[in-house]
């Protein structure tokens, strides 16, 4: 017996011997054995498959943070990777001149891409953007004059980039103001009629890119505007909290949930994962760069979320049929 184990001793210290000093050699892992949950989590992260979109526009995407609040809310349904180049207070023919203003209001990062040229312009290591996602000044489409220079804007500047991405363009249609006459507009008209001349503008804007742009970009509008006036026309008190409340044009965190909704169904003909939870609701902000909270500036609840996406998706064309309003 002494004599067998010696031998085993010493055939164990010859095979450990040999692999300290052959060359290492690496095996699949068996199908059977299974991976840590940090192994699966790093194949998981390798693996995504990201939309990519980005955001041009101005502070109705900036207030609240749009663009990581739509990431956020499309977790569960899709992966949005998302850049974005805003300045407040601009059309979009004054943010092709001017660039990124976002550091200038309140962002509390730097920005990669100061230009829309910059963030656009595809190069052999830059992955192309599959939506292109634009927002002019609110009264922009609204008049006849900055209708025709917003589509030669278009035409002239953003064009060539959106067909270098191969992007679908997609152009939001925003909301009228709350109160007539704010922020010079008392040319507009009532809330449904300021609201009506922006929609013939953005439709006029996704007419003059449909002519110049192949099938696979066919345009698109996000009806945000749209989906404020069902509001308005159903529930007047939470109209009037979708706006921000000291200035009655941007939007509160609630108009900024109802723009997210509008844009995921825009997006994916299909709407985001419903959030069950106030802590759900306050974790779509959790990373937020700019956002506006307070006593008189609180997250949807529950019940409003629930209320704000059928209203997307009833403006969408997803949902026919209106669920009983708040």
Known sequence: MFIKLLLLSTLLS????????????????????????????TLSNTDKVYTRVAFIGNSILYY?????????????????????????GTNLQQLWEQGNGMSEHGFKEQQEYPTVQSLLECSKDKQTYDYIIFNDHTQAPARLDSRKATQQTLLDHYLPLILQNEAVPIIIETSAYRYPNINNSNDLGSANEFQKKVKNGVESYVHTLQTKLPKKCHPRV????????????????????????????????????????VLHCTVFSSPPPLPQTDEDIASLWSNARYIKTGKNRPFPSVEEAAYLLNVAKIVCGIDEVPESSL
């Open 222 to 261: 996000a009806p945000v505007g749209t989906a404020y006036l069902y509001v308005h026309d159903d529930n007047q008190d939470l109209w009037a909290r979708l706006f921000d409340l000291y200035d009655h044009f941007h939007p509160s965190l609630l108009g900024t949930f109802l723009q997210g909704c």
């Open 64 to 88: 609240n943070d749009s663009p990581r609040f739509l990431v956020n809310l499309s977790k569960g349904h899709a992966n949005i990777h998302q850049d974005s180049c805003l300045r407040g």
């Open 14 to 41: 010859i095979i450990g011997y040999i692999r300290a000093f052959s060359p290492q050699q690496h095996f699949p892992i068996p199908t059977s054995v299974s991976l840590s949950m940090q192994q699966q989590s």
